[in-house]
């Protein structure tokens, strides 16, 4: 025989398992694929400067030696 705690954890975990469709997991793919795009720009923008500034750098160590 069930106790009677698991008898009413069985009721509300079944009410909560009988919800209607909804269109989140829709919208939260939306964000998430947006998320990521977002930070994959940021990604790249930063290893762009990066070598962008290693190549001025590189460009005026240079400079210096020249007569």
């Known amino acids: ?7 009413v954890a069985i009721d509300q ?3 909560l398992s009988a919800a209607d469709d909804t269109r989140m997991p829709v919208a939260m793919r939306f964000c998430v694929t ?11 923008r930063a290893v762009i400067a990066d070598e962008l500034v290693s ?3 590189m ?4 400079s210096e030696w020249r007569f």
């Open 13 to 15: 975990y079944a009410a």
């Open 59 to 62: 460009d005026l160590s240079l």
């Open 55 to 57: 190549r001025l750098d």
């Open 34 to 44: 947006s998320i990521f795009l977002f930070v994959a720009v940021r990604v790249w």
């Open 1 to 7: 025989m069930l106790s009677e705690r698991i008898v």
